[in-house]
């Protein structure tokens, strides 16, 4: 078996988790108020492992499956500017976890998969693990 | 145990002619049973075996394969050629056919046995006898619940639960005091069947066999049916070398014998990961006691499913990561995000691996899914008689095992459909290694050791070395027993279906006594 790791939330998977990385690096851009330029590789270095799957699986659907301008429509969706800003990022972002796990399971069901690095995902959660790649080449 | 009746081949008089009223040769699972269903009758049986009863080096040379087909060296080597045959370290893994393995399927060539699933499931109820299985109950719930085990929590129509169960009967010592008390069998330990003789060359009567044994003396055995049950391998090549009569051998008129040769294909392709630490699942990780056997669970796909995919039959069996495996996954889920997690995350957002906390010391839990599927009947797929020849003089066989792209595509469908489903019940979610588009399949996939296929049943002679009486065509008393009558193999490993058509087969020839006055 390969190593495969990644951070698995258990109830949510890699959607979940990826909507919490996505919401992480978002945050973490806000607080610090300035984007730092760096490699994708650089940003791997210093992510924590799981993340860094993440990253993993994200990249591997950038290359692969995402067509022009698919990841901006899914950042639309997924971090409504009014809601992020609001004080309610924890409520959104719970919501988001909720709607995300019922979306999956749908996409799941209707064979709507991609495979990346191995897993076989929902197109929905991967493309969010395509945003935390895109998300942390930016940081 | 010592055998107090037997004979040895080693020392019989050369041209010796023994006579029976019907001859096993090869004392394995189907021999053995054939035997025991003739024991104490007015008929004279003969049990011929190849070995001892132990294992023997020199006589474990006579079992050397030319083989030239996919990954060279590694099949066959697991045949054991002494008393008992091959059940002297079988795994004791026993569950019928589905019924619809014995149909014909547009989608899978030179499918369909000549007879259905009711034919041979009276069959399977007295096979359950000889290996000591009790119950005829294959139900998961029956026998899960029964334990307390609970299955996975998929849509049975896409992803089911099957169960098999486990009693590993060595044949030979089972049965081997109840032949050698019987005053009509006789057991010839170290006769090695080198030819079948027909009246002449334009009969269909068989009427003895050449026996050689390693110490160089040969023999006859005369008798009024014969039956050959030596495997897959060695039937076709027993046929084959048959040849100084009928050229191309006996039963070999439409050259079919050795062609579809099967295995199942075994293949760790990927596994399941679950999101929650502990599911209870224990049932389909190993075998668990059940009264005086053993049972276990393993997915499968039904066979409503398999005919929506038209794919070959698959099953899978699960076993849990491996120790480095699990410590990588141990790594990877030690996380678990919940609100509070995200509330923490606030404080320190980037760092969210170092923020979630693991709520569990238990230990990580992954499921590797080992595939255990059919390969589909395939006339290239062979066995022939090599040049190179054994001890005894005689062509060794040449196998030369080929799968097919439908074998593979079947695999990559099947594990696209289980990751579906873990994914939609919620199960967690599953990787695949093997890469869809690639051929790594066909290139890696192993044999279990199900050597099958060589023999196959037809009724019409053109389609079939044998008939659905396992009579060899255009013999009069010729029978093939064991896994190389099967048309098609299905994901059930075949000891228990071997049985059940050595029970059959033996009644056909109690019938063929009879109407002859025997």
Redesign the interface.
């Known amino acids: ?14 959607g ?2 990826a909507v ?2 996505a ?3 978002y ?2 851009a806000v ?1 610090r108020g300035a984007l730092k330029a760096c490699s994708y590789e650089d940003v791997e270095v210093g ?5 860094q ?1 993440l990253v993993r699986i994200g990249n591997s659907y950038l290359s692969e499956h995402t067509k022009d301008g698919e990841l901006d429509t899914l950042e639309g969706a997924l971090f409504d500017e009014t809601e992020t800003r609001s004080a309610n ?2 409520f959104a ?2 919501r988001r976890l909720l709607a995300l ?1 019922r979306q ?2 749908d ?3 209707r ?1 709507e ?1 991609v ?1 990346c690095d ?5 197109k929905s959660e991967a493309r969010l693990c395509a945003m935390v790649a895109a998300r942390a080449r930016r940081l | 145990m010592e055998y107090k009746t037997s004979l040895d081949a080693r020392e019989i008089e050369p041209e010796t002619k023994l006579d029976f009223d019907l001859c096993i040769v090869g004392a394995g699972a189907a021999g053995i049973t054939i035997a025991r269903e003739f024991l104490n009758t007015n008929l004279r049986v003969c049990l011929l075996e190849s070995g001892g009863l132990r294992s023997d080096a020199a006589v474990n040379s006579l079992s050397e394969i030319d083989d030239v087909g996919h990954l060279p060296g590694t099949e066959g080597l697991n045949r054991l050629r002494y008393f008992g045959g091959t059940t002297n370290h079988w795994g004791g893994h026993c569950v019928p056919l589905e019924p619809d393995d014995f149909e014909k399927q547009d989608w899978i060539a030179y499918s369909g046995w000549p007879y259905d699933y009711n034919e041979v499931r009276p069959y399977y109820i007295r096979a359950h006898g000889v290996l000591g299985l009790g119950e005829f109950d294959y139900i998961p719930e029956n026998i899960g619940s029964g334990l307390g085990f609970e299955t996975f929590p998929f849509d049975r129509k896409t992803v089911a639960t099957t169960v098999s169960r486990y009693n590993r009967v060595r044949f030979g010592i089972r049965y081997g005091d109840e032949l050698d008390r019987a005053k009509n069998i006789k057991v010839i330990l170290y006769s090695d069947v080198s030819e079948i003789n027909l009246a002449d060359s334009t009969a269909n009567n068989v009427v003895k066999l050449l026996v050689k044994s390693i110490a160089g003396n040969q023999f006859y055995v005369a008798a009024k049916y014969f039956v050959i049950a030596t495997g897959a391998i060695e039937n076709a090549r027993l046929l084959l070398m048959s040849n100084r009569q009928r050229v191309s051998g006996i039963g070999n008129h439409s050259d079919l014998v050795g062609r579809f040769f099967q295995e199942h294909l075994s293949y760790s392709s990927g596994y399941i990961v679950p999101n929650t630490r502990n599911p209870k699942l224990r049932f389909y990780l190993r075998e668990w006691p059940y009264g005086d056997i053993g049972v276990r669970a393993h997915i499968a796909l039904p066979s409503d499913k398999v005919r929506e995919l038209q794919i070959p039959k698959y099953r899978a069996e699960i076993g849990l990561v491996s120790v480095s495996s699990a410590y990588r996954l141990a790594k990877a889920i030690k996380h678990n995000v919940s609100v509070g997690d995200v509330l923490a995350l606030m404080s320190d957002p980037v760092g969210l691996g170092t923020v979630a906390r693991c709520n569990s010391n238990a230990p990580p839990t992954a499921y590797l899914l080992i595939n255990h599927v059919e390969q589909t009947p395939n006339p290239d797929s062979r066995v022939t008689l090599a040049v190179k020849k054994d001890p005894l003089d005689r062509p060794q066989p040449q196998l030369n095992w080929k799968l097919s792209p439908l074998d593979q595509e079947g695999v990559i469908r099947a594990q696209r459909l289980i990751a579906h489903e873990v994914g939609r019940s919620g199960f967690g979610r599953m990787q695949i290694e093997m890469r869809e588009g690639a051929n790594d399949f066909l290139e890696k996939a192993v044999g279990p050791g199900h050597q099958m296929g060589t023999t196959r049943m037809d009724d019409d002679p053109a389609r079939g070395v044998t008939d659905g009486n396992a009579k060899v065509h255009y013999t009069n008393n010729l029978h093939v027993a064991g896994s190389s009558l099967f048309p098609r193999c299905g994901w059930a490993n075949p000891t228990l279906t071997i049985v059940a058509t050595s029970i059959r087969l033996a009644d056909h020839l109690k019938i063929r006594f009879r109407a002859d006055g025997v």
């Open positions: 078996m390969k190593d495969s790791s990644f951070g698995f939330n258990r109830r949510f998977f890699v979940g988790a919490v990385a919401a992480s690096f945050i973490a607080a992510l924590p492992s799981e993340l799957s990022i924890l972002v719970q796990d999956v399971r996409e799941f069901a064979c998969t495979i191995g897993w076989v995902l929902a």
